[in-house]
């Protein structure tokens, strides 16, 4: 009997969408044959949509919760951005943001596992999987407490296209806090401020500031001033704080809060599908193609 490891294991799940157990039982029952299993699982009716390992799942939902002290935000992804529109995967993204709000996993695996609507956050992924027909998975979360002195804002943009979670410290304003969750969505900063940026990334920067400089022709005994300004600038540009806040230009992020008595302690900002390298689908050939079968 060939070896049933993890590694096959997590790839059968990948593939298919099913549970870790339910993907070590269909491996073992076929003696490790992964194409086997999938077909197994399909006969099964735990796999509706098969060899799903290279359908790339970019679309879907970001949901946020809040509730008391406690807030999550998440990004669950499907194949199609229709699939947004489905009563059944808006429910799941909810139940799901929920469970973990209430669950405070540490880990994918951890979340999985929580209880959500009739079952578990896993089951109740592939139970959408099934019938909905596509590729559907948890992606990431974060879960955030506060005190009762600090203020969440919480900001759902472009029917859930974008979420943002913030939490400000010295104020129990939410609409104070929601403003500046909304600047995030809009703007995209990278960090809080300037102070959390890498030596690591300011470096990487300068160089290529210098060989951008140097390009221009510009003389080696004023490259280091320019460089400076540049380099500032660049900092302004991704740190929450030193940017115009768009609300009112004429101020920065970190001046509008202050102004309120309050300060940035953290942000979460997730955009449905970032990082994922999408398939570029030519409908043309794809229609061609089914022609010609």
């Known amino acids: ?70 807030a999550a935000i998440t990004e669950i992804n499907s194949e199609t951005d229709f699939v947004s529109k489905n009563e059944q995967f808006q429910k799941l993204v909810k139940d799901v943001t929920e469970a ?21 956050v896993e089951s109740e992924v592939l139970s959408a999987t099934t019938k ?14 506060k005190t009762d002195a600090d203020a ?20 129990t304003d939410e609409d104070v806090a929601r403003d500046v969750a909304m600047h995030i969505a809009a703007i995209n900063p990278k960090y809080v401020s300037r ?17 951008q400089a140097l390009n221009e022709g510009k003389p080696a005994n004023i490259v280091e ?3 400076v300004g540049r380099l500032n600038k660049y900092l302004a540009e991704i740190s929450l704080l030193d940017q115009p806040f768009v609300k009112d230009p004429d101020m920065t992020v970190g ?13 979460v900002r997730f955009e449905v599908g970032e990082g994922i390298e999408k398939r570029e689908e030519n409908f043309a050939e794809e229609v061609m193609s089914q022609v010609k079968k």
């Not at 880990?107 to 999985?112: S, Y």
């Not at 596509?134 to 407490?145: C, Q, S, T, V």
């Not at 969440?152 to 104020?171: D, N, P, Q």
């Not at 102070?195 to 060989?211: A, F, N």
Request: charge should be negative.
């Open 100 to 120: 973990i709000a209430e669950g405070n996993p540490e880990t994918l695996e951890d979340a999985q596992a929580l209880k959500a609507g009739d079952g578990t």
């Open 132 to 145: 909905i027909g596509e590729k559907i998975g948890l992606r990431r979360f974060a879960r955030i407490e």
């Open 225 to 227: 001033k320019m460089i």
């Open 255 to 267: 001046k509008y809060v202050a102004s309120k008595g309050a300060s940035v302690k953290a942000f």
């Open 1 to 70: 009997m060939a070896q049933v490891t993890a590694k096959l294991v997590k790839e059968l799940r990948d593939m298919t969408g099913v549970g870790m157990m339910d993907a070590k039982k269909a491996l073992v029952a076929v003696d490790g044959d992964i194409d086997a299993a999938v077909d197994h699982l399909r006969e099964t009716g735990l796999a509706k949509a098969a060899k799903k390992a290279d359908r790339i799942a970019a679309e879907g939902l970001a949901g946020v919760f809040v509730d008391g002290n406690v």
């Open 195 to 211: 102070d959390q940026v890498s030596q690591e990334e300011i470096d990487h920067e300068t160089k290529v500031l210098t060989e």
């Open 152 to 171: 969440f804002g919480a900001y759902s943009h472009m029917g859930g296209r974008i979420a943002v979670l913030t939490i400000l410290e010295g104020t």
